[in-house]
Structure formats: structure tokens, C-alpha cells
């Protein structure tokens, strides 16, 4: 199932055409045993592709620069929550 998460739900558990991060999973196995497992992640082979990558976040807020959220179209988002201040000292 296509199963979305985080914030802007655009973060699959398994990413499928690009991945943003060397921690972003690919793959899956499944196994009835520890051997049978290791031999179902050797016939699992993946090839990258390099991207163009953004590093500094004063960078990232330029225009051209590299999209972190393609589908919002820029890299400057605006949470989904609104914060609410109150009194620290009547909370005492």
C-alpha cells in the first residue's frame, strides 16, 4: 500500500524513485530463517543515481536551489500548526 508519513506526508517507510538520504530504505526481506534471509538481501541490487545536493540551509532557501519537497515546489514550508503562548508564571 502506498502508506505516507510525516508532517507533509511525502515520507514512504520504502522510498521507490528517489531516495533523499544515505539512511533512506530501499528494500525490505522478510524470512523464515536468519540464512534464508541473507541470501534473499544478496540478490537484492540497487544502482544510484547522484543528485544535486543541498547542504546549508541558507542555500537551500535560494531560488534554483535543489528541492527537498518537490511536490511543494520550494524548500520553505510552512508548518501545519499553529503555536500558543500563555502565561510561564500563572502556570506555576
Known amino acids: 500500500p502506498d502508506i505516507r508519513m510525516g508532517v ?20 525490505a526481506v522478510a524470512a523464515t530463517s536468519p540464512d534464508i534471509a541473507e541470501a534473499a538481501l544478496n540478490c537484492i541490487e540497487v544502482t544510484y543515481e547522484a543528485l544535486p545536493a543541498i547542504f546549508d540551509p541558507e542555500a537551500a532557501m535560494q531560488e534554483g536551489a535543489p528541492l527537498i ?16 503562548y500563555g502565561d510561564v508564571e500563572a502556570a506555576k
Open 8 to 27: 507533509y506526508k511525502d515520507n514512504r517507510p520504502l522510498k521507490k524513485e528517489k531516495v533523499c538520504s544515505f539512511r533512506d530504505e530501499v528494500a
Open 69 to 84: 519537497h518537490e511536490a511543494h515546489k520550494t524548500n520553505i514550508l510552512k508548518m501545519p500548526w499553529k503555536l500558543h
